[in-house]
């Protein structure tokens, strides 16, 4: 079963998108009017005669071969996936184009409308909205804004799991700042 390009085209024709049907690529191309980067471009195709669903955004960055935060930028790739579901990177060595996707095995079942709502939207959602802003952050800076996000989000955890916590331990770093940065030093006894 799997899915046809007609399925697939049926479901865009639903959502009131344009697209371009490529049947010798098993493909079909839409544009998106993203709110960080103008007319994404969203291909859809279909491997194994449709037994194998691709959704992805090609060019999401490109030109990141001899980038000098090349490092910084796959590693906030890879963060990325970590904290998302669904979304994978992936990168063009030869080009420096990273790309957006969620792929999956089809086999014998039949990609339901509802399905491809939640690839297309979290796509859409996970790369315009979320992941463009952070990347085009460290392309230009080398540092992640999501690491400050981390840091927040592991304060708000502690809050939540222990809460008393956090004040708990902003009183014991001013005590150890005014004091300096080791304990005062005990005084030994006495030898006789």
């Known amino acids: 079963m799997g899915a046809t390009l007609q399925q697939i085209a049926g479901y865009l024709e639903s959502r009131g998108l344009d697209y371009q049907v490529q049947s010798d690529k098993f493909r079909i191309l839409t544009y998106i009017a993203g709110e960080n980067k103008d007319n994404l471009l969203t291909v859809v195709q279909l491997d194994e005669e449709g037994g194998f669903f691709k959704l992805f955004m090609p060019e999401v960055i490109t030109g990141v071969q001899d980038h000098p935060h090349k490092a910084q930028i796959l590693q906030t790739m ?12 992936e990168y063009d060595p030869m080009y420096g184009e990273i790309r957006a996707i969620i792929e999956f095995p089809l086999e014998d079942a039949t990609l339901t409308e509802r399905q491809f709502d939640r690839c297309f939207n979290g796509l859409v959602e996970m790369v315009d909205v979320w992941a463009i802003p952070r990347l085009q952050e460290v ?3 080398g540092t992640d804004p999501g690491d400050m996000a981390l840091g927040e989000r592991l304060l708000l955890t502690m809050e939540e799991e222990a809460p008393g916590l956090l004040a708990l331990l902003e009183r014991a770093m001013a005590a150890r700042k005014e004091r300096g940065q080791f304990p005062p030093r005990r005084e030994l006894p006495a030898e006789d």
């Open 78 to 89: 890879l963060v990325i996936s970590w904290e998302t579901k669904m979304l994978q990177w």
């Open 139 to 141: 392309l230009a800076t």
